[in-house]
């Protein structure tokens, strides 16, 4: 590094010689230093003269664009700017440049709209035969606003030729493969782009382009039939006008496109509604035809020979496959009064008439098993007559008035009455409204909610059990209070409306707790002392195990609120039952392809029936201890243990032992809640610890999924702690010794633990050689190692600055250093963006020459760590420790690979070090300056100011 840096120097040579008036010494002279490839991207950004155009293209400088993975290319930058100076000249370079990159095809882009139109013009040929060639998916968008502006300055020709190379009509097109996501959304972003200024230029051309686009869109999809106008419209754009429906897809998007388009070129009489359709209808596809019902429905008041038309075409009124439903039903909705009183009996006389019977009994013995009767027949009569009585409603008077009002009161509202399909979404439909149950008063609307029943098996026609068993338990809540009063009147009623009931009641917990807990426990005692059905009946079976589950959260949220300790005995006597049945009725063990060790089982605790009720357990135990807590000194004192809730203990322990306690879920409890029993029982802990866990036995053998249950939730739901780690010593050591060999997914138990044993270290709980060397083993094991100290960084750098205790430097020293030295530059160096290191030094927290030199020899191996803006922060805070290897350091990561993209961000902190260097003298002011330089060539020309 004995000869000095020459970046800025030459860069500075470029500067005054492009201040002159080009002549050919001065051409040659440039073109010789441009052939360092860093002085030739800042060479193009500090040329702002246009006099140089024509010399660079003589000297052939615009004639090896780069490749596209290369990026951006500076002399087309150039090129761009210098458009609307010298748009000649631009044009002539442009038009021989011939390339594939799509930054090039951009800045040609942007120099055609700034030039003059007819200049501009000349490079369509040029950029159509590129997109043609090559795939220009990154700048698309500029494209797409080049079409616009030469459709606005009414240039059809060009503006289609881009389009139709843009867009891509062509369904047979073999140049590209199937568009991903981020190319589906660019293609509907473009059409809403492109579309309304091509409408507005040419709509004839405008309109035919954008059916093809449709067409061969859902082409690609699937959707068209061979042979057939069938699209399945209806599924993936059940509405054409904006609608909850609607999927977002881009067919769905294209023809929100047309249908916006169509309406702008009617509206501004481009083209007659008449002519529109014309080309609308002669597209083969259902789709299209729909676009036009929605047409005629905008415009029927100036087009009212069009709308009688339509609404007396018996092909779309009797559409009972629903291709056309939702556009005529709203068209002849809205406009049934356009329609001459002749018209309207005729309407009417379809309607009486009913729909076409045949093949109804087939269809209907198909799907119910048994032969149709002449009620049934009926009842598809009405139905079908209520549904086109539905669509025009707001016209009827007299006699169909009353039928329709009839109709509508035996079947309800219908459903789907204007769509053929649904996302599933439907409004509660209750045979009585919340204000009528409130009018009957609890005794009668209790008796008439429990007796009703639906008229149809699936009720898709008329009201629904759970809408009124919904509306029942929003009645009620409405008094909260006086309706808990009555809530044993509840008992032996379906288990649903039960569950509804108890539900409400919970929502209002934390307003009347006390009154609640002694109205609605009983109705709770009755629930879990009744028998769940059995495994032959499912449903039955599985709506009570859902009434269980409102039971457990009602008793929870009594428990959370700090009700009296009055209720000790009734609140266990339903927790309790409610955990045998649950433990019982509804356990779930672990699947045989599920390995125990790296199971996360926090969901199966936290959302399991048998998991929910023991929680409940545990929080019951909570509650007690709660309310026999002293304080001593500002501390709790807690000392009576299971003496005062013996139920828990006899549990706990028969959980133990039993077969109930062979849920996973149920175990898992004990390793969330390990800390509460700690506090409740140290003595009874410390005996059953490892029953609890059992992860020491049979290592070589399959595991005991039950003690690993218990074992993953504590490491994984809480923190480490002193005390608790004393206790399980063992089964710590147990674990540690299974690690995993390699990373792999689905270790975070592992990992858990790992932090719980770093955080013992960090405290001085434990050190390097503390039981048999724990935290040696941790930093040994390739799975969990790097997890491990980046953990350590982040609790270094959330450290409060004001803590009464520091971390051990000394302890933490010799820990980095012995995973520095068994694996640590092993996986750095397999990591070149690592971020292990980079919370160690960023939080301060350690010695600074010690952080300096380590950082230095992580960099080494990492060069590109993580966190790198806030390295050189901390980094430029510290320098003066060890100025020498801080400017190394920053070497090593200017000139890592990548670093042209990170190094502006942290240029600021840079500079600090670079100032301070650059006053000393030697070896540290000349790695400065190679710093510097080197930044300059990654384009940060701020650098040079440096040097001065």
Not at 474 to 483: E, K
């Amino acid at each position: 590094m004995t000869s000095p840096p020459s970046f800025f120097k030459q860069l500075q040579c470029l500067q005054n010689a492009v201040r002159q008036t080009p002549r050919t010494d001065l051409v040659r002279y440039v073109v010789e230093l441009l052939v360092d490839k860093d002085l030739e991207r800042s060479f193009w950004d500090i040329l702002k003269t246009s006099t140089w155009i024509k010399p660079l293209a003589i000297a052939g400088c615009y004639d090896s664009p780069p490749d596209p993975e290369k990026g951006p290319w500076g002399a087309s930058r150039y090129l761009a700017r210098m458009a609307r100076r010298e748009p000649a000249e631009v044009t002539e370079v442009f038009s021989r440049i011939v390339t594939d990159n799509p930054w090039v095809v951009r800045n040609m882009v942007q120099a055609a709209m700034a030039m003059p139109l007819q200049y501009g013009m000349k490079l369509v040929p040029n950029i159509i035969v590129t997109l043609q060639e090559h795939n220009l998916d990154l700048f698309k968008d500029e494209i797409a606003d080049f079409i616009v502006y030469l459709a606005n300055k009414r240039q059809p020709a060009v503006a289609f030729a881009l389009a139709y190379v843009l867009l891509e009509p062509e369904a047979d097109c073999n140049r590209r493969q199937r568009r991903g996501d981020s190319e589906e959304y660019w293609y509907q972003q473009a059409w809403e782009t492109v579309l309304p200024s091509l409408a507005r230029c040419v709509p004839t051309m405008a309109l035919h382009l954008a059916c093809r686009g449709l067409i061969n869109t859902m082409d690609r999809q699937g959707y068209l039939k061979e042979m057939s106008s069938e699209d399945d419209s209806a599924l993936w754009r059940p509405a054409v006008e904006e609608h909850t429906e609607n999927l977002h897809s881009v067919q769905s998007a294209l023809v929100a496109r047309i249908r916006d388009a169509t309406e702008l070129i009617v509206r501004e009489e481009k083209m007659s509604l008449r002519e529109v359709l014309e080309i609308l209808e002669r597209q083969k596809y259902v789709i299209f035809r729909r676009i036009g019902l929605h047409l005629v429905n905008e415009f029927a008041e100036a087009n009212t020979d069009l709308a009688r038309k339509r609404m007396l075409t018996r092909e779309l009124f009797d559409d009972d496959e629903g291709r056309f439903m939702h556009e005529y039903s709203r068209l002849i909705g809205k406009r049934f009064g356009l329609l001459e009183e002749a018209d309207r009996q005729q309407v009417y006389g379809w309607i009486q008439d009913g729909p076409d019977m045949t093949g109804f009994d087939e269809d209907f013995r198909r799907w119910n098993d048994r032969a149709a009767t002449e009620e049934d027949r009926v009842a598809r009569k009405q139905a079908w007559q209520l549904q086109k009585l539905w669509w025009i409603r707001d016209w009827l008077g007299g006699e169909w008035k009353v039928t329709f009002e009839e109709l509508k009161d035996k079947y309800g509202e219908p459903h789907f009455v204007d769509m053929s399909v649904s996302s599933g979404f439907r409004e509660p439909r209750s045979p009585f409204t919340v204000d009528q149950l409130q009018e009957m008063g609890f005794e009668k609307a209790l008796e008439e909610v429990s007796k009703w029943r639906e008229e149809t098996e699936d009720g898709t026609w008329g009201p629904r059990r759970e809408d009124l068993y919904s509306a029942f338990a929003t009645c009620v809540g409405r008094n909260a209070v006086g309706a808990a009063e009555q809530a044993t009147a509840l008992c032996g009623r379906p288990p649903e409306l039960i569950q509804e009931f108890i539900g409400e009641m919970t929502q209002h917990v934390k307003d009347h707790k006390e009154a609640l807990a002694k109205a609605v426990l009983p109705l709770c005692q009755w629930v879990v002392d009744e028998p769940v059905p059995k495994a032959d009946k499912d449903a039955e079976r599985e709506k009570w195990g859902r009434l269980l589950n409102s039971v457990v959260e009602f008793a929870m949220q009594l428990l959370a609120s700090g009700i009296g300790i009055t209720y000790k005995d009734l609140m266990w006597s339903v927790i309790r039952k409610a955990a045998d049945l649950t433990a019982e009725e509804f356990s779930e063990m672990l699947g045989d392809d599920e390995e125990a060790k790296v199971f996360d089982f926090t969901s199966r605790y936290l959302n399991s029936r048998a998991g929910r009720a023991m929680r409940a357990v545990f929080e019951y135990a909570k509650w007690v201890r709660m309310h026999h807590v002293t304080r001593e000194n500002d501390k709790e004192v807690y000392v009576l243990g299971f003496e005062v809730m013996p139920g828990v203990q006899k549990m706990l322990r028969d959980r133990l032992e039993s077969p109930l306690g062979r849920d996973i879920s149920v175990r898992a409890c004990y390793g969330a809640y390990f800390g509460l029993l700690y506090n409740i029982d140290k003595a009874w802990l410390e005996k059953n610890a490892q029953r609890i866990f059992n992860i020491c036995r049979n290592q070589s053998n399959s595991p005991d999924p039950l003690g690993w249950a218990a074992w993953n939730t504590l490491v994984t739901v809480s923190r480490s702690h002193p005390e608790i780690y004393r206790i399980l010593k063992c089964e710590y050591r147990c674990a540690t010794r299974q690690l995993p060999n390699q990373k792999a997914r689905g270790i975070v138990p592992f990992e858990r633990m790992a932090e719980h044993l770093m955080m013992l270290y960090v405290w001085g709980e434990l050190n390097l050689e503390s039981d048999d060397g724990i935290v040696k083993a941790v930093i040994e094991s390739p799975a969990v190692r790097e997890h491990a100290l980046q953990f350590v960084g982040n609790v270094l750098q959330e450290w409060p600055a004001d803590a009464q205790s520091r971390p051990n430097k000394k302890e933490l020293a010799a820990l980095w250093d012995w995973y520095w030295a068994r694996g640590g530059r092993y996986d750095a160096e397999n990591r070149k963006a690592s971020h292990v290191f980079g919370g160690w030094f960023v939080s301060g927290k350690l010695d600074r020459k010690w952080s300096i030199e380590r950082l230095h020899a992580f960099v080494m191996s990492a060069p590109e760590a993580e966190a790198d803006d806030m390295i050189v922060e901390q980094l430029a805070r510290i320098c003066a420790a060890d100025l020498q290897r801080s400017v190394e350091i920053l070497e090593m990561m200017v000139n890592a690979s990548g670093a042209s993209h990170r190094a502006p961000q942290w240029f600021k902190s840079a500079k600090r070090i670079l100032r301070r260097c650059m006053k000393m003298e030697g070896e540290i002011r000349l790695r400065a300056e190679w710093v510097i330089d080197s930044l300059g060539r990654q384009g940060i020309l701020e650098a040079g100011k440096l040097l001065r």
